[in-house]
C-alpha cells in the first residue's frame, strides 16, 4: 500500500515538474507577459471572458491584453528582448509574432490607451508595426510610443530612433518619418501631420521605460560574457 502511494506521488511530482518545463518552454518561444501591475486580462480569440494575466503567461496570435483601471498596467516581451509596456485602460492585440533567427515580424493592434515600445536590435529584414484606429507606424528604431483616443486622433512619439507613420486609408502613399525627440498627430480624414518637437513634459513620459532599459542593459552585459566564455573554451579545446 505504502509502494503505491509513493509512486502516486511520485507520479504526479514528475507530472508537475513537466508541466513547469513546458510552459517555461512556451514561453521562451513566444511573447509573454511580465511586469503587471492592477486589472490586467487575456482574451482569447472568439471569447468575450477574460483570463486574469499572470506573469510569464504566454501570448499566441489573436490574443488581446487589456489593462483596467488608472493604476495597471503589463509589459508584453518577446523572445528576441524587445518590450511592449501597455498603459492603463488600454487595449491591445498581437495580430503577428514570428521569430526566426536573424528577422522577426511583429505587428500590434492598438485599440484604446496608449503603449510605449523598446526595440532592443532591430535588424534588416525586419517589420515592427502597430495598427491604430487611423494609421499605421513601423519602426525604424528604437524608443517611441503610440496612443489612440476617443477623439479620433492617434499621436506617435518618438525618444530615440525613427517611426513611419501613414494613415492608409486617406493618404496611403503619404508617409511621414518621425525622428529623435519628435511626434505626429494623425487623425481619422488626414494623413499624419509633419512632425514637431515634442514637450519637456512629453520626453520625461519616456522615463517610464528606465526599468526596461536597465534589465536590457544587464542582458547584454551577460551576453557579452557568455560569448567572451565560449571564445575561451573554444581556444582551449580547438588550439
Known amino acids: 500500500m505504502r509502494l503505491k502511494f509513493r509512486k502516486i506521488i511520485l507520479f504526479f511530482f514528475i507530472f508537475s515538474c513537466l508541466s513547469i518545463y513546458s510552459t517555461a518552454a512556451i514561453a521562451k518561444e513566444n511573447a509573454f507577459l511580465s511586469k503587471l501591475k492592477g486589472d490586467v486580462d487575456v482574451f482569447k480569440p472568439g471569447k468575450t471572458k477574460g483570463l486574469e494575466g499572470k506573469t510569464g503567461m504566454p501570448l ?13 498596467s503589463a509589459d508584453i516581451s518577446f523572445p528576441n528582448g524587445d518590450v511592449v509596456r501597455i498603459m492603463p485602460d488600454s487595449s491591445l492585440e498581437i495580430k503577428e509574432s514570428d521569430f526566426k533567427k536573424k528577422t522577426s515580424s511583429v505587428l500590434l493592434k492598438l485599440y484604446a490607451g ?9 535588424r534588416k529584414g525586419s517589420k515592427y508595426q ?29 525618444k530615440e530612433g525613427k517611426v513611419a507613420a501613414t494613415n492608409p486609408e486617406v493618404a496611403p502613399e503619404k508617409e511621414i518619418i518621425v525622428s529623435d525627440l519628435k511626434k505626429t498627430v494623425v487623425k481619422a480624414d488626414k494623413p499624419p501631420t509633419v512632425p514637431i518637437p515634442l514637450t519637456p513634459e512629453e520626453i520625461a513620459m519616456f522615463d517610464i521605460l528606465e526599468d526596461i532599459l536597465q534589465d536590457m542593459k544587464e542582458d547584454i552585459k551577460d551576453e557579452i560574457k557568455e560569448g567572451i566564455a565560449e571564445d575561451i573554451l573554444e581556444q582551449q579545446f580547438n588550439p
Not at 60 to 72: A, F
Open 60 to 72: 499566441l496570435i489573436r490574443d488581446k491584453v487589456k489593462t483596467t483601471g488608472k493604476d495597471s
Open 114 to 122: 496608449k503603449i510605449f515600445n523598446v526595440i532592443r536590435k532591430f
Open 130 to 158: 502597430i495598427e491604430t484606429n487611423n494609421a499605421v507606424a513601423g519602426v525604424r528604431g528604437t524608443i517611441w510610443s503610440a496612443e489612440t483616443s476617443e477623439k479620433g486622433e492617434d499621436v506617435f512619439m518618438v
